[in-house]
């Protein structure tokens, strides 16, 4: 690894402040962070706590919970935030927690180091797995998955117009030889890659296969049901989002606490969604912060707090 890759910051928190004000952090509260990373939420939010408060950090990569912070207000777990009531019923604070945080952003670590594959900017094998315990590499997908399987992933998680041409084309350069390399699967779809918007479509291709080897989508649509049993009545639910799979989710959920978006009511009509969105808009980055932090730049906050009873009463 380079010495620049040493230099880099293992992950710049984004919209710290104004997660920290979304959050309302109470000195003596209980809260989640489910998306260590490099700890700039986590750490923020002790910071606010008195010596009664408390805050449990998630993180499936033991590279960042080895560079986890020492605090007494302070857990750090090891494990996908998949299985968060299960760790929330060891510790006994299910159902009692006042703020919950997911940052759904790739750290920087994870991007600029080549060997994790999961940028198309350095060659480096085609690993992509947040977990490197996990089985499933982007290798053995790309190498095992069927061409309607790869086309299915390409065009809804990347939203790629040319997702089925790109399908046939990786499983027409895998016939030759396994593709191992982020450079083995560039070659492979660049034909089908508009060159006006080269990086946005590399990036929506690289993404596509990240989503499906972690299982991202599956594991925020359980993280969000398994928030509303965690959080107390007046309990915050905080997530960052960076494309629009992943925020449309988010958006439905918190309005009507189905991932349809359909609005649920009772007998007489009266709205039984769990949660109350605190911004009709998401909150997003100022030309401060983009400038600062260019990774920022698709980075959407979206809040909501949980009601009693699933009333708006």
């Known amino acids: 690894m380079s010495s620049d890759h040493n230099n880099l910051p293992y992950h710049i928190p984004a919209l710290l402040s ?17 998306t260590f990373g490099g700890g700039g939420h986590s750490r923020a939010i002790v910071e606010r706590l008195g010596p009664e408060g408390h805050l449990y950090s998630f993180d499936q990569d ?10 007494e207000r302070f857990t750090i777990i090891h494990g996908n935030f998949r299985f968060l009531s299960n760790f929330l019923r060891f510790y006994d604070v299910k159902g009692r927690i006042d703020g919950l ?72 350069a895998r016939s030759s030889r396994r593709l191992e390399t982020t450079s083995h699967l560039l070659e492979a ?30 594991a925020l649509n359980s993280l969000l049901v398994q928030s509303l049993e965690s959080l107390k009545p007046g309990g915050r639910l905080a997530i960052i989002t960076y494309h629009s799979l992943e925020d449309r989710l988010v958006k439905n959920f918190m309005k009507t606490g189905s991932f349809s978006g359909e609005r649920q009511t009772d007998f007489y ?45």
């Open 18 to 34: 104004q997660t920290m004000q979304a959050l309302d952090i109470q000195p003596d509260g209980i809260y989640v962070d489910v």
């Open 62 to 71: 033991r590279d960042a919970v080895e560079r986890a912070f020492s605090d």
């Open 269 to 313: 009509g009266r709205d039984l969604s769990p949660m109350k969105l605190l911004t009709t808009k998401p909150i997003v980055p100022d030309a401060e912060e983009t400038a600062l932090n260019p990774r920022s730049r698709s980075a959407k906050l979206r809040v909501a707090v949980k009601l009693n009873d699933h009333t708006d009463g």
């Open 101 to 172: 945080l997911a940052d759904l952003g790739v750290s920087f670590h994870h991007f600029d180091d080549p060997e994790r594959g999961f940028s198309f900017r350095a060659d480096g094998p085609l690993d992509m797995r947040m977990n490197r315990t996990a089985q499933l590499t982007a290798a053995d997908l790309l190498n095992g998955a069927s061409e309607d399987k790869l086309s299915a992933v390409l065009r809804d998680y990347g939203e790629l117009k040319q997702a089925r041409r790109m399908a046939r084309a990786i499983v027409a």
């Open 189 to 218: 779809v660049a034909p089908y890659i508009d060159p006006r918007q080269e990086k946005k479509e590399l990036a929506m291709v690289f993404q596509a296969l990240r989503i499906e080897v972690n299982g991202e989508l599956d």
